[in-house]
T-cell receptor, first 114, second 113 residues
């Protein structure tokens, strides 16, 4: 079955710097890759996603890139702010695509120091 | 819409007791997912339903765990008997037809002593 590896497990940056989180997946047939943000004590919430027919997607300060050949995708956060501090999870959706099944990475704890 | 609703929000029980967690998905959503979150294992998919039918329960840890979805607006996850290693936050999430985003509930924090 699908396996998702996420790195690093923790990341500390200064406010204003950029942060990059990377994930790899094993099933080349996976076709949907969301990123969820989970603040302390809260539920995971979708922040951005990308489908396998797109190489890059951007939404204000966050962007996701996908390399299907290498089976990896990354989350980029620019101009980080203290409120970006949270745990970030990547996920992959293996086939059959209509089920919506997601396999999550282990998570990255991002700390943005003011 | 109130979003995905889970109850109880916190549950403390003794080893050996039966635990039932409840979930009400967003109205109109046809897919429902149960996850378990721990520090050691992260966010694990336990089971998911499409149109009230269980599709994949390969993530259910053992026979002590069972899940049902008797109708489109209600699902339960039952642990019987519970063990201390079941202590975790259990999330329910739902997804609409044709959409990809999963909407998570607030979670149930289970502590088994």
């Amino acid at each position: 079955g699908e396996n998702v590896e996420q790195h690093p497990s923790t990341l500390s940056v200064q406010e204003g710097d950029s942060a990059v989180i990377k994930c790899t997946y094993s099933d080349s047939a996976s076709n949907y890759f969301p990123w969820y943000k989970q603040e302390l004590g809260k539920r995971p919430q979708l922040i951005i996603d990308i489908r396998s027919n797109v190489g890059e997607k951007k939404d204000q300060r966050i962007a996701v890139t996908l390399n299907k050949t290498a089976k990896h995708f990354s989350l980029h956060i620019t101009e980080t702010q203290p409120e970006d501090s949270a745990v970030y999870f990547c996920a992959a959706s293996p086939p059959p695509s209509n089920t919506g099944k997601l396999i999550f990475g282990q998570g990255t704890t991002l700390q943005v120091k003011p | 819409d109130a979003g995905v609703i889970q109850s109880p929000r916190h549950e403390v029980t003794e080893m050996g007791q039966e635990v039932t967690l409840r979930c009400k998905p967003i109205s109109g959503h046809n897919s429902l997912f149960w996850y378990r979150q721990t520090m050691m294992r992260g966010l694990e998919l336990l089971i998911y339903f499409n149109n009230n039918v269980p599709i994949d329960d390969s993530g259910m840890p053992e026979d002590r765990f069972s899940a049902k979805m008797p109708n489109a607006s209600f699902s339960t996850l039952k642990i019987q008997p519970s063990e201390p290693r079941d202590s975790a936050v259990y999330f329910c999430a739902s997804r609409g037809t044709g959409g990809h985003e999963q909407y998570f509930g607030p979670g149930t924090r289970l502590t088994v002593t």
